[in-house]
């Protein structure tokens, strides 16, 4: 790297505003580093955010090179994908595949198919798949964990399981990335499949189980789950409340309240409003009184949710 690059790409990794890299990118076309992927390459902060103008300006920067590298590409594809034009990933991904010569790699694959996954496109969910597979990159830990979420999206289950299970060393992302998608796809028995064989559970994980299965509807599996818990905290405890309230179920809802008490562990704004709308619904006075009580000596009167659900009791 000459003096002139090196000055160059020092700058830029200093700066923190658009206006800044434009002044150092004249300066860069007056040397006849313009083309130069060095300081490509050191793209600041304020060229890698999701603002248009900003994105807009790294495209035609983008545009000056005559043979861009796989980092160029991954940069621009990996600010569209988070941008609030997406879709323009995809067609950037198109042109690198009809450009023979550019090495697709597994960070490409990446971007693009978080990007079919949140758009929910199948028929880019159905190909980006197969070229995946084609250039042998769904073995990759980090494209295989984002081809689970897209055959999710898609509602291909045993498409996800399969890629999942050619993981030769899944990590916890993968993991959890199996667990999501089997809840997404409504493939019960493969949650619990899934989680028994999960080397490393921690209270995070068990609370994804429970509001998943709440979320489906599982409730006999929820109280299940909740008993096998080691640990619980206030997220467990509002969960179960939370939704046997909406569920209707108000006598749980109240038991798992009481229980919560029982042990001492401080409730929740969620936890006391949904409690609350569950007396209200039940018509049961006396202990909606009873809570009354508690929210007042736990100072939560200012909250209001909750007092909305005073109101109401």
């Known amino acids: 790297m000459n003096t002139a690059e090196q000055l160059c790409c020092s700058l830029l990794s200093k700066c923190k505003t658009l206006r800044t890299v434009k002044q150092i990118h004249g300066l860069a076309c007056k040397t006849g580093l313009a083309t130069d992927p060095l300081v490509f390459d050191k793209a600041p902060p304020p060229l890698r955010g999701h603002n248009f103008r900003r994105l807009e300006y790294a495209r035609r920067l983008f545009l000056h090179f005559p043979n861009p590298d796989a980092f160029m590409y991954n940069t621009l594809l990996r600010g569209l994908a988070e941008s609030d034009t997406p879709h323009n990933a995809l067609v950037l991904f198109a042109e690198m595949r009809r450009k023979s010569t550019y090495p697709l790699d597994s960070?490409?694959?990446?971007?693009v198919l978080k990007v079919a996954a949140n758009c929910r496109s199948l028929r880019d969910g159905m190909q980006l798949p197969c070229q995946a597979l084609t250039h042998g990159l769904h073995t990759h830990l980090f494209v295989g964990t984002t081809l689970i979420s897209v055959h999710a999206e898609c509602g291909r289950i045993n498409?996800?399981?399969?890629?999942?299970?050619?993981?030769?060393?899944?990590?916890?992302?993968?993991?959890?990335?199996?667990?999501?998608?089997?809840?997404r796809c409504g493939d019960v028995e493969g949650v619990e499949e899934v989680f028994d064989r999960m080397p490393l559970r921690d209270l995070t994980l068990w609370n994804i189980v429970l509001a998943g299965y709440m979320k489906a509807d599982e409730l006999e599996l929820v109280k299940k789950a909740f008993l096998r818990m080691p640990v619980k905290d206030d997220v467990s405890w509002c969960t179960m409340i939370v939704g046997f309230a909406q569920n209707g179920c108000f006598d749980e809802a109240f038991?798992?309240?009481?229980?919560?008490?029982?042990?001492?562990?401080?409730?929740?704004?969620?936890?006391?409003?949904?409690?609350?709308?569950?007396?209200?619904?039940?018509?049961a006075v006396e202990f909606g009184k009873t809570v009354h009580g508690l929210v007042e000596k736990a100072g939560f009167l200012s909250m209001i949710s909750v007092n909305n659900s005073l109101l109401d009791t």
Request: charged share 20%; glycine share 6%; hydrophobic share 50%.
């Open 107 to 111: 960070f490409s694959f990446a971007f």
């Open 159 to 183: 498409f996800a399981r399969k890629v999942f299970e050619e993981m030769s060393e899944p990590n916890v992302v993968a993991w959890n990335a199996m667990l999501t998608a089997c809840f």
């Open 255 to 283: 038991g798992f309240f009481r229980e919560l008490q029982r042990k001492g562990i401080r409730p929740n704004e969620a936890s006391l409003t949904a409690v609350l709308s569950a007396c209200a619904q039940a018509g």
